[in-house]
């Protein structure tokens, strides 16, 4: 029986490549055949990263749930 993992990719600034770390395990599990999911809870400056992770998944299940439209930190931007 296979246990829950969790990944938690973190930064300290945008654009440092979180999104795209993210990317690459969610595909790279995907082809070794694990179930797997991407969130990205919070996220600033449009939406591109969501659409990005979502596209890369079979499942519906809604990804992101605060999004600023400002590129700054979310504490700052909400």
């Given at each position: 029986?296979?246990?829950?993992?969790?990944?938690?990719?973190?930064?300290?600034?945008?654009?440092?490549?979180?999104?795209?770390?993210?990317?690459?395990?969610?595909?790279?599990?995907?082809?070794?055949?694990?179930?797997v999911?991407?969130?990205?809870?919070?996220?600033?400056?449009?939406?591109?990263?969501?659409?990005?992770?979502?596209?890369?998944?079979?499942?519906?299940?809604r990804?992101n749930?605060?999004?600023?439209h400002?590129?700054?930190?979310?504490?700052?931007?909400?």
């Amino acid at each position: 029986m296979r246990t829950a993992r969790t990944i938690f990719v973190t930064g300290t600034d945008t654009s440092v490549g979180k999104t795209a770390v993210s990317a690459m395990l969610l595909a790279h599990a995907q082809a070794e055949g694990i179930n797997v999911r991407a969130l990205k809870p919070f996220s600033t400056g449009g939406g591109g990263d969501e659409a990005l992770l979502a596209s890369l998944q079979k499942s519906t299940l809604r990804i992101n749930f605060f999004n600023y439209h400002e590129p700054i930190a979310p504490w700052s931007a909400a």
